[in-house]
């Protein structure tokens, strides 16, 4: 946002001055092409700064985090790690019933299939970060669909995590926790309950200044023919 207004800045400058027309004018002018030249210069050196390097792990490996953060770097991440030990896919049906739930616990509209995660949370030294769990996503293989973390859904199998935003862990210790990510997008709703649905994702852990992903591999289909 900062870069765009500036280079708007920059249009609405030069177009002013080019209906300058006396010495002051043209001495206006050259400044103003000066002034653009040095903010086009700032854009390029942003632009760059915030283009993100990417790293990408497999299913069970520990991924150290090392103070790159979901959101904002206030989470303070070092000395935390993630891992994915298992994934699997639910039709709503089937996750109603993991969750110990009737079939119409929710009305027909926020009904849909969900993709959970079995997350193993690490912290070797930290004594004040968190993970901010709310804003961690899970992508599909084109890198272009993704789906947040869901606290509600989280929470209709651990209140615990209803509408929960981070996480901590005591300095020394691990445990495991159950992430649902509800598949919210109509026609990719329905190709995931397709015997040749997609099989593949990308789990965001941290987005900056390193973006950390996880590739998913999905467990064979829970409640296959149940529907949504």
């Not at 272009?144 to 606290?151: H, L, R």
């Not at 996480?167 to 997008?185: A, H, I």
């Amino acid at each position: 946002m900062w870069s765009a207004v500036n280079q708007a800045k920059a249009r609405r400058m030069r177009n002013g001055f080019a209906f300058v027309r006396s010495k002051k004018g043209a001495a206006a002018l050259v400044f103003a092409a000066l002034l653009c030249l040095v903010l086009v210069r700032v854009v390029a050196v942003n632009a760059a700064a915030l283009r993100t390097k990417t790293e990408q792990y497999p299913m069970g490996q520990w991924v150290p985090l090392e103070g790159n953060f979901t959101f904002s770097a206030e989470e303070k991440t070092d000395g935390y790690s993630v891992r994915v030990t298992d994934a699997r896919q639910y039709t709503y049906a089937a996750y109603m019933e993991k969750c110990g739930l009737p079939q119409n616990y929710l009305s027909e509209d926020a009904q849909t299939s969900v993709i959970e995660l079995a997350v193993q949370i690490k912290n070797q030294h930290n004594q004040d970060g968190m993970l901010a769990i709310s804003w961690f996503s899970l992508k599909d293989r084109t890198m272009a669909v993704y789906n947040y973390f869901d606290g509600f859904y989280a929470g209709l199998q651990n209140k615990t995590l209803a509408d929960v935003y981070g996480v901590t862990v005591r300095p020394g210790t691990e445990f495991t926790v159950y992430l649902p990510f509800p598949m919210r997008y109509g026609a990719q709703n329905q190709s995931l309950l397709d015997a040749g649905g997609q099989d593949t994702f990308y789990f965001t852990v941290s987005k900056y200044p390193v973006e950390k992903s996880i590739r998913v591999v999905l467990a064979p289909r829970a409640g296959r023919s149940a529907g949504w």
